[in-house]
């Protein structure tokens, strides 16, 4: 079973909307917790970066936030553009020699 | 954050042959890691790969099919042999500069026939 589980697995929206994409893991211990964006074709972008004492991180349109004691993560898109289609994987790290954990991603397509 | 610059960025391959996909970072690193991502389906680490030493594989991956160097603290090579079509993939590279940043080479999309 997948240590890091995403939701929902794909989701279209139209532009200028909002949207928020749920990330669950059990991974542990936890070192810190990473949203990457990849376009199609391409390697993943790094969005935020949390660790454990970090609540919310902000990024341009895109801000997460964190519950290290419930173990969920989530990624706000605001006011989508068509740039915005891409798949959004949520990454957890363990310790600091620890592997990242992945996510299988969420596939976003925003409309016009 | 390293730069890195993967290729090539696509082939298409003949079963039976091998492609041999390169990263160079912009700055020295320690590891690195080569990553293979299925259609649908999210990065699964192939090994780490340091300056030096051979390449640690994860389980499921071997040294005879995914042959690894590490020349220096800039470079490494994936070589994919004896390819298959169940080797379409696109395969990708990472290092990580601390222990907070991972970045990722663009990915080399490969289609075995």
């Known amino acids: 079973k997948n240590q890091v589980e995403q939701s929902p697995q794909s989701l279209i929206i139209l532009e200028g909307k909002n949207c928020t994409l749920q990330c669950n893991y059990t991974v542990s211990p936890f070192s810190n917790l990473r949203w990457y964006k990849q376009d199609t074709g391409r390697g993943p972008v790094s969005l935020t970066i949390?660790?454990?004492?970090?609540n919310t991180k902000s990024n341009g349109r895109y801000t997460a936030t964190l519950d290290a004691d419930t173990k969920q993560s989530s990624l706000h898109i605001t006011a989508s553009q068509l740039s915005d289609s891409a798949s959004y994987i949520c990454v957890v790290k363990t310790d600091s020699w620890g592997k990242l954990q992945f996510g299988a991603g969420t596939q976003v397509v925003v409309t016009p | 954050s390293a730069v890195i610059s993967q290729k090539p960025s696509r082939d298409i391959c003949q079963r039976g042959t091998s492609l041999t996909i390169q990263c160079q970072v912009d700055?020295?690193?320690?590891?690195m890691f080569w990553y293979r991502q299925q259609p649908g389906q999210s990065l699964t680490l192939i090994a780490t790969a340091n300056q030096g030493s051979e390449a640690t594989y994860e389980s499921g991956f071997v040294i005879d099919k995914f042959p690894i160097s590490r020349p220096n603290l800039t470079f490494s090579t994936l070589t994919v042999s004896n390819m298959s079509p169940e080797d379409s993939s696109i395969y990708l590279c990472?290092?990580?500069?601390?222990?907070?940043?991972?970045?990722f080479g663009s990915g080399t999309r490969l289609t075995v026939v």
């Open positions: 949390m660790t454990f004492s970090e």
């Open positions: 700055s020295q690193v320690t590891m």
């Open positions: 990472s290092v990580e500069v601390s222990n907070y940043g991972y970045t």
